[in-house]
Structures are given as C-alpha cells and as structure tokens.
C-alpha cells in the first residue's frame, strides 16, 4: 500500500472542503488515514481461501452453521463502511470439516477492501464450495451501509440481505428450508 499517496490524497481533500491541512487538529489526519486504510483493506490482495486450511476427518454429515458473524467493508462506490453480519451453513462431504473460525477468516479477507455486499456473498461461497467440496454452502449477509445512512437517501437502520446458495441447497428445497431455518433461530 502506498501510504505516501493515500497522505497526500487525503491532503487534497481537506483542501478541497475548504480545510486547512496544516492546523494543529488537522496535522497529522492524513498519516492517521493512510494507517486505517491500510488496517481496512489489508485482504486487497489476499484471497480468503488461503485461510481454510485446517480440516478435520469427522463422521458428520449434518449441517454446520457459523451465526451472526460480524464483519465490516468498506464500500467500494463512496469508502464508507459496510456493517453487518453474515451466516455461514454447510453440509461436510466425505468426513470433512473445517475449524470454525477458517469461517469467519475467508469472511474477514473478503470483506477487507472496498466491496459490494452481493459479491462478497458470492465470494464466500464460492470460496467454501472450493475448499471444503461440501454437498452444498448457503451464506446469508445483513448489513447496514452508511452509504446509505449518513448522505443521500439518509435511511439509517436499513439492512441489505443477501444471500448465496450452492451445490445441494439450490436443489433440495428440505435442506434449504432447514439451513434458513437454523439461521433464523
């Protein structure tokens, strides 16, 4: 990351909205900028399969759900963050499952670099389906953009809800109805 270049970006916008860059509350925002974006877009160049990577050889066959996970993005129209949390069902496939938290990591290197909600969605399944070759991942996304909240329409408390369905669970409408069901309770 190019923290000398993101300084001077931010440098340009104080000017820009009529700030001076150089006042003492102002001195040191642009270093303070360049330091939080490189913090929220460290996954820019990361791909979040690299993270599930340790699997475990256990006779389950049953559905495994990771609930209400937070994560925040930033998006990538406005650089205003993205808050939310996402589910993550799947169904293990020839005894193997994977450590929980590999979940919420792929999630955590998706979401960390300016995103849309529904390919981050799509990301993280398809990334699951990859690694895990399970008999099928749905992953469901809620989040609250501030895109949305603090300018332009200003409709704060509004969620988006997304969701991404592979292998069994786009044709087994009892397997779907049962993960839906799981992340709802």
């Not at 475990?56 to 808050?83: A, G, R, T």
């Not at 799509?122 to 809620?142: F, H, N, R, T, W």
């Amino acid at each position: 990351m190019n923290q000398e270049k993101i300084e001077r970006g931010t440098e340009l916008i104080l000017e820009g909205i009529g700030e001076d860059p150089s006042r003492p509350g102002l001195k040191d925002t642009p270093s303070r900028v360049a330091r939080m974006m490189e913090e929220l877009c460290y996954g820019l160049h990361k791909d979040p399969g690299d993270v599930v990577s340790t699997f475990f050889q256990e006779d389950y066959k049953e559905m495994v759900l990771l609930n209400n996970i937070p994560f925040h993005s930033l998006c990538e129209h406005h650089l205003l963050p993205i808050l939310g949390s996402a589910s993550i069902v799947y169904m293990p496939k020839e005894k193997r499952v994977v450590g929980a938290s590999k979940l919420a990591r792929a999630l955590q290197v998706a979401s960390s670099k300016p995103q849309i909600q529904e390919r981050l969605t799509s990301q993280v399944a398809d990334v699951l389906m990859e690694k895990l070759d399970p008999y099928g991942v749905l992953v469901e996304i809620k989040a609250e953009h501030l895109c949305m909240t603090i300018r332009g329409v200003e409709k704060p408390g509004t969620k988006m809800v997304t969701s991404a369905i592979r292998g069994k669970f786009t044709t087994d409408k009892a397997a779907r109805d049962e993960a839906l069901s799981l992340i709802e309770s």
